[in-house]
């Protein structure tokens, strides 16, 4: 079946690095993208989201990229920082706020 | 205020028995969704309860079902226990009313071990 997925299990960056983190996702038909991140022990974690109308939405040092054309969704995190490290989750809305997740990608960061 | 609070953090149950899990949502939410996340997997959506109804199913055997109370509080019960079970529950509120407004809070979840 249609599902959203990530081409990297584990990222590994040092301090003040840039971290881009990748998704990949099969429904063409979705229109609305989230990113979570999880650290252990805890709940996911809103981070932002973007609607298929838009390219790009940028937060406080993150920004989501979405190229609809290739069906790709990528987390940008600027200047890294050790609280940064988890694991991050691209996830679509299905309709009603369910939402079907990737598998995840752990970000190590290094001081 | 309280964000989504889930109850126990931690449970072992064996084989064939039954659990059940508590949930209370974020105030002023009252929509409740359960995720099943097994290790290093991402949460899958088990189902989600809008006006004490169940609205939206995902895939998952009718072993599993789930109740919500007046005060928008949930319970997620599963039968039969299977080693397969063992996972972190999570419990996410949002608002019902006019759509999904983006953000979904959630819980820290529940610890599931079957021995």
């Known amino acids: 079946g249609e599902s959203v997925g990530l081409h990297l299990p584990t990222l590994s960056v040092q301090e003040g690095d840039n971290s881009i983190i990748n998704c990949a996702y099969s429904?063409?038909?979705?229109?609305?993208f989230i990113w979570y991140k999880q650290e252990s022990g805890k709940g996911p974690q809103f981070i932002i989201d973007?609607?298929?109308?838009?390219d790009k939405r940028q937060g406080q040092r993150v920004t989501v990229l979405l190229n609809k054309t290739v069906k790709h969704l990528s987390l940008q995190i600027a200047a890294t920082q050790p609280g940064d490290s988890a694991v991050y989750f691209c996830?679509?809305?299905?309709?009603?706020?369910?939402?079907?997740f990737g598998k995840g990608t752990m970000l190590l960061v290094s001081p | 205020d309280a964000g989504v609070t889930q109850s126990p953090t931690h449970l072992i149950k064996t084989r064939g028995q039954q659990v059940t899990l508590r949930c209370s949502p974020k105030s002023g939410h009252d929509t409740v969704s359960w995720y099943q996340q097994a290790l290093g997997q991402g949460p899958q959506f088990i189902f989600q309860y809008y006006e004490e109804e169940e609205r939206q199913r995902g895939n998952f055997p009718d072993r599993f079902s789930g109740h919500q109370f007046p005060n928008y509080s949930s319970e997620l019960n599963v039968n039969a226990l299977l080693l397969g079970d063992s996972a972190l529950y999570l419990c996410a509120s949002s608002p019902g009313r006019g759509g999904f407004s983006g953000e979904l809070f959630f819980g820290e979840g529940s610890r599931l071990t079957v021995l």
């Open positions: 996830a679509e809305n299905m309709g009603y706020s369910t939402l079907t």
């Open positions: 429904n063409s038909a979705s229109d609305y």
């Open positions: 973007i609607r298929s109308n838009m």
